[in-house]
């Protein structure tokens, strides 16, 4: 393999792992954004889609119909979290937001441990998402090409909807001030479900993706992703969604540039240097790339 082609094949790693990062780090800073939640429960709506798409494709329903059943299954599961967990403490204090946050987590985990057991399942995709492109040397899965271009219109989309919708418009300005937003007029449920339905959905898909390229499932499948979801967040900016996109992909770039330069007896490690440079960069930047300082209010 030529240095060219090297180098393309680690790029299109790199942007392949930051778009799913990416996709759920918008979740969590859209969530955070509004309510001031890290919502970690988030992590566990990829489980909820991945288990559902699979069990309903082993029921024999064709695997874009079953997917399609995860992603609305994901969905559903982020808007009951929001009504019965979080709109009933709206107004307290963020550390009992948080706990909460914890507590749906272990209660979602522990549910799908007593129903689908401890013991990870295999996950198979359909041909499309297991397939190898070969190029010459060059050697991509067509799960990566395929998240790339999802993500990229997702993405798109999503941008399309903030800047151009009114329920869009609202949620910026219930992000920059949910009481004044309330005054305006604003039905700030509904922005914060809409927030949460965005949230779960790309966390649906998420779970897909993630799923086809790892090719198994488990009840703790998403801490993992949430957790460099999270660091990305930070990274980028908590908050703020271009930060959020920035920040995923900075860090699917740093993963994959450890996993190549880092000797085989430290690849174990990657993920503490990973939080290595995440401490070094907000030493300097402690609001992240894109993150602002925020005035106290009195």
């Given amino acids: 393999m030529t240095p060219g082609e090297l180098l393309l094949q680690q790029l299109i790693n790199a942007v392949s792992v930051g778009s799913l990062y990416a996709l759920m780090a918008i979740g969590l800073a859209m969530v955070f954004g509004i309510l001031r939640l890290i919502n970690f429960a988030h992590g566990d709506l990829i489980m909820v889609g991945s288990y559902v798409t699979l069990l309903l494709a ?43 946050s914890f507590s749906v987590t272990i209660f979602l985990e522990n549910l799908a441990i007593i129903l689908f057991r401890p013991t990870s399942r295999p996950f198979t995709a359909p041909p499309i998402l297991r397939s190898v492109i070969e190029m010459g040397q060059l050697r991509v899965a067509s799960v990566d090409v395929v998240a790339i271009v999802i993500a990229a219109v997702l993405l798109l989309g999503l941008t399309l909807f903030v800047k151009r919708t009114t329920l869009g418009i609202s949620m910026r300005a219930a992000s920059q001030d949910l009481l004044a937003a309330r005054l305006m007029g604003i039905n700030v449920n509904a922005v914060i479900a809409a927030a949460f339905a965005i949230g779960s959905f790309l966390a649906g898909v998420v779970g897909l993706l993630w799923s086809a390229r790892v090719g198994k499932i488990d009840p703790l499948m998403g801490f993992n992703p949430v957790l460099k979801a999270f660091v990305a967040s930070v990274i980028g900016g908590l908050g703020s969604l271009p930060g959020a996109v920035i920040g995923a992909y900075v860090l699917g770039a740093l993963e994959v540039l450890l996993q190549g330069l880092l000797p085989s007896a430290l690849t174990p490690y990657r993920d503490a240097f990973v939080f290595a440079v995440l401490i070094a960069l907000l030493l300097f930047r402690p609001n992240g790339i894109l993150g602002s300082t925020e005035r106290e209010k009195i």
Wanted: aromatic share 4%; hydrophobic share 60%.
């Fill in 58 to 100: 082993a029921a024999g329903l064709p695997f874009l119909l079953a997917a399609g059943a995860g992603v609305a299954a994901s969905t559903a599961a982020g808007l009951l979290m929001e009504r019965v967990a979080y709109r009933p403490l709206r107004g307290a204090h963020e550390i009992a937001m948080l706990l909460t």
